[in-house]
Structure formats: C-alpha cells, structure tokens
C-alpha cells in the first residue's frame, strides 16, 4: 500500500518527472505530481509523492529540509483533504 507525502517550498519550474527523480534514490515512488493554477497552469510551488508504505517516514524524515534547487524543502505526510 502507498503513502502520500506532501511536498513543499518547490522552485516554480519543477515538473512532477524531476520530484519523482530526486525521492527514487530514498526508497520505492508509485507516482508524484505538482500541483497547478486552474487559471493560470502555473505551479503552486508544492506537490504530492506516492511512495511505499514502508519508506515514508523515513523518506519524510530524511528529506524534510534538504535543498531542492536552493530551496529548503517541506515533506511530511499528507493529511486528508478536509470537505
């Protein structure tokens, strides 16, 4: 089963290819993807990351504050979108 990590404080330019690229050396990624303005389809500057179940914490622990493009990145859990 997977985890959703989420990730922010990303550089605007950075595609769901690169996040997926930069979280595989950390442990299994099923699938990430950026989040976007419905307007403008620019980045919001922050995304989600599937990854397996048992590397999250660890992945979330290990790369919570690495930089990312000369950014210090958030990544912790994602929590439940709240209806």
Same mark, same amino acid.
């Given at each position: 089963?997977? $985890? %959703?990590?989420? &990730?922010?404080?990303?550089?605007?330019? %950075? $595609?769901?290819?690169?996040?997926?690229?930069?979280? =595989?050396?950390?442990?299994? &990624?099923?699938?990430?993807? @950026?989040?976007?303005?419905?307007? %403008?389809? /620019?980045? /919001?500057?922050? !995304?989600?990351?599937? &990854?397996?179940? =048992?590397?999250?914490? /660890?992945?979330?622990?290990?790369?919570?504050?690495?930089?990312? !493009?000369? /950014?210090?990145?958030?990544?912790?859990? =994602?929590?439940?979108?709240? @209806?």
């Amino acid at each position: 089963m997977a $985890t %959703t990590l989420y &990730v922010g404080n990303l550089p605007w330019n %950075t $595609t769901a290819e690169e996040l997926n690229e930069f979280f =595989a050396p950390y442990g299994q &990624v099923e699938s990430s993807r @950026i989040i976007t303005d419905r307007e %403008t389809g /620019r980045s /919001r500057g922050f !995304g989600f990351i599937e &990854v397996g179940e =048992a590397d999250a914490a /660890r992945m979330a622990e290990e790369l919570n504050g690495m930089d990312y !493009g000369g /950014r210090p990145l958030t990544v912790n859990e =994602a929590k439940p979108k709240q @209806i």
